[in-house]
């Protein structure tokens, strides 16, 4: 089997694995995309244009899965005061609980799974995991 095809079946067993195992702590009412909406907010994209920007979509395409969001009362919208075309963008309670949700879901995983590899082996995860994102980071520009 080729190396690469070895650790992607890896990877899909690893997360069905944790999937199942922690489902009960995470909140399965949100899509993978409106998942990485609220990730793009949390880090400080406050306009559709923003999100469609870095997500190379249109501003329509990135409407459509904010309105889920609002009705669903993840995020809130507001008019921007000092430009009143634009709108802005935050999280909503609910939104902030998802997070705090998943913080939790992170430190049990990291005690319950993580905590059992030697540091040594963690060390050496986190400097392949580096190093892949700036070959993707690169390869984006």
């Known amino acids: 089997m080729d190396i690469i095809e ?3 079946r ?5 997360n069905i694995q944790m999937a199942v195992q922690y489902e009960t702590m995470l909140d399965n009412q949100l899509t993978a995309k409106q998942v990485l909406l609220l990730e793009l907010i949390r ?3 406050t306009t559709t244009k923003d999100i469609a920007t870095t997500l190379r979509v249109t501003t329509s395409a990135v409407s459509q899965l904010l309105n889920k969001l609002e009705g669903k009362g993840y995020i809130h919208r507001t008019i921007n005061p000092e ?3 634009e709108i802005k963008l935050e999280l909503a309670e609910k939104g902030q609980q998802y997070f705090n949700q998943l913080k939790q879901f992170e430190q049990d995983t ?3 799974i993580y905590g059992q590899l030697p540091s040594e082996d963690l060390q050496h995860l986190v400097r392949i995991l580096e190093n892949l994102l700036t070959i993707v980071r ?3 520009a």
């Not at 890896?10 to 690893?14: K, P, R």
């Open 110 to 112: 990291a005690s319950a």
């Open 43 to 45: 880090a400080g994209a």
């Open 138 to 140: 690169r390869d984006k």
């Open 83 to 85: 430009n009143r075309r």
């Open 6 to 8: 070895k650790i992607n």
């Open 10 to 14: 890896l990877q899909d067993q690893l």
